[in-house]
Nanobody
Framework: QVQLVESGGGLVQAGGSLRLSCAAS????????MGWFRQAPEKEREFVAA????????YYADSVKGRFTISRDNAKNTVYLQMSSLKPEDTAVYYC????????????????WGQGTQVTVSS
């Protein structure tokens, strides 16, 4: 497995922006697709965005499409999530993970979850 460390979360007003980063250890980062998920209190973890191993394909949940952008820098072993036009309903702990199989949106298809970073959007 690879170790993932998320950063960049914080408190922001509605309409604001944040950029999350996920730094990966190991030499195989560039071989895997990566994803971002989030979990709000008392809710299930949900898919946010994913990116193919080379960065050529991206996937988004409908709720964030047009507002969030996922990207990666394989030379830096890092995947990013640029979040704009943030809404209070975006408040959650955000996790990155490595995709090992199956569809891009299923949590069961990802492993090596990071510890998460808290994003809080005030109204």
């Amino acid at each position: 497995q690879v170790q993932l460390v998320e950063s960049g979360g914080g408190l922001v007003q509605a309409g604001g922006s944040l950029r999350l980063s996920c730094a990966a250890s190991g030499r195989t980062f560039g071989n895997y697709a990566m994803g971002w998920f989030r979990q709000a209190p008392e809710k299930e973890r949900e898919f946010v965005a994913a990116i193919s191993w080379g960065g050529g394909s991206t996937y988004y949940a409908d709720s964030v499409k047009g507002r969030f952008t996922i990207s990666r820098d394989n030379a830096k072993n890092t995947v990013y999530l640029q979040m704009s036009s943030l809404k209070p309903e975006d408040t959650a702990v955000y996790y990155c993970a490595r995709k090992t199989r199956g569809s891009y949106s299923g949590t069961e298809n990802f492993d090596s979850w990071g510890q998460g970073t808290q994003v809080t959007v005030s109204s």
